[in-house]
């Protein structure tokens, strides 16, 4: 499984999903959305998301070497905060953690719709 995030960039060797049907929050303030998702980690304790990197996809490389999408990066873990070189200004937090939201849960819970060409 790989995440492609816009400040830490891909990461796919040791990431892998822990936890499925977690809830958390994922409004802009606490309590007023939730989501259920899963939850992402590198099983190594290295870099999974940073600061920045909200909205990445997560997907899977199948074997004809296409991706299978399989949600997007919500919201890093501070419980599992790591060192990182984040490519954003500031004082980048990374975590080895992170809450995602599922391509279902996009779809059925908010009603996107995915155009895949």
């Known amino acids: 499984m790989c995440v492609s995030g816009a400040a830490t960039g891909e990461h796919c060797a040791n990431v892998e999903i822990g ?13 007023t959305r939730r989501c ?4 992402v980690k590198n099983t190594n304790g290295g870099v999974a998301s ?3 990197d909200s909205g990445a996809p997560i997907y899977i490389v199948k074997a004809d070497n296409s991706l299978g999408a399989r949600g997007i990066v919500t919201e890093g873990n501070s419980n599992f905060i790591v060192t990182c070189n984040a490519n954003v200004w500031g004082n980048p937090v990374c975590t080895s953690r992170f809450w995602a939201v599922s391509t279902e849960t996009l779809k ?10």
């Not at 936890?19 to 309590?31: K, L, Q, R, S």
């Not at 259920?36 to 939850?39: H, S």
């Not at 059925?108 to 060409?117: A, S």
């Open 19 to 31: 936890n499925t049907g977690v809830e958390f929050d994922c409004g802009a303030i606490a309590d």
């Open 36 to 39: 259920t998702g899963f939850v």
């Open 50 to 52: 940073g600061t920045g």
């Open 108 to 117: 059925n819970q908010w009603g996107v719709v995915m155009d895949v060409e």
